[in-house]
């Protein structure tokens, strides 16, 4: 039950902090499931892979999205 309830206010904080920081672009990004320590390396991608999101996400342009939920795909509903 923790785990749902956290990411359900993470998902809700992000969306605080996008309409309070109108001159900031904030945004949830999933990953995907990667290859790593935490998930005893069986992701199915590599951490480059899930960086990509992350790094494309991080150099939004001042006119790019904010609030939203993004995966490697694209965006997701919440």
Known sequence: MAYPASKAAI?????????ALPN?????VDP????TDLNGNTGTQTVEQGAEI???MAQVNSDGPTGRFFNAE?????
Do not use: D, E
């Open 11 to 19: 998902n809700m904080i992000t969306v605080q902090y996008a309409k």
């Open 24 to 28: 900031m672009r904030i945004n949830a």
């Open 74 to 78: 694209g965006s997701l509903p919440w």
């Open 32 to 35: 995907g499931f990667t290859k």
């Open 54 to 56: 992350i790094v494309q």
